[in-house]
C-alpha cells in the first residue's frame, strides 16, 4: 500500500488500530460511535493530540494518538492542548486532560460555527422537512 507516494509504515498503522481498539472506536472528542455501520466506520480518523509538528519525534507515541471523528478533527486541527508547554504526553491522566482542553475548543469552535444561523438541529430539521414534506 501506498500513500501519497510512500510506503506505510505496517508499525504506524499497527499503532493506529490498537488506538481505535483502545478507544473502542468512539470519537474521543464528541463520543461519535464508529463501530455502528461501515458508514460510521469511515467516519473515523486518527488525530494527534499534540500536533505532529509541535510533538516532533513524539508524535507517534501511542498517548498522542487519539480517535477523532472526521468533523472534530477538521475542527481541532493544529490546535494544541498542551499550549506549548511540553511535547511528549507522560501518562494517561494528563492524555484525559488534554483531550478535556481540546474538547472545550472543539466545542467552542462549533458553537462559533452555528452562532449565527439556529443551530445545527434547526438546520437538519429545516432541511429534512423541504426533502421530506
Known sequence: MEADGEDLDPQLVRGWSDTFLEHHCICQYCGFDGSRTP????Q?????LIPR??????????LNRV???YYCNSLKRR???AHGHFTKIPNHKV??????????????????IW???SGLEQSYKF???RLRP
Open 67 to 69: 480517535t477523532s471523528c
Open 95 to 112: 492524555q484525559r486532560e488534554l483531550i478535556q482542553d481540546a474538547r472545550k475548543e472543539i466545542q467552542r469552535r462549533k458553537a462559533d
Open 44 to 48: 473515523l480518523q486518527g488525530d494527534h
Open 115 to 117: 452562532k449565527y444561523g
Open 53 to 62: 509538528n509541535i510533538a516532533g519525534e513524539h508524535a507517534e507515541a501511542p
Open 79 to 81: 490546535y494544541d492542548p
Open 127 to 129: 432541511m429534512m422537512q
Open 39 to 42: 458508514e460510521d466506520w469511515v
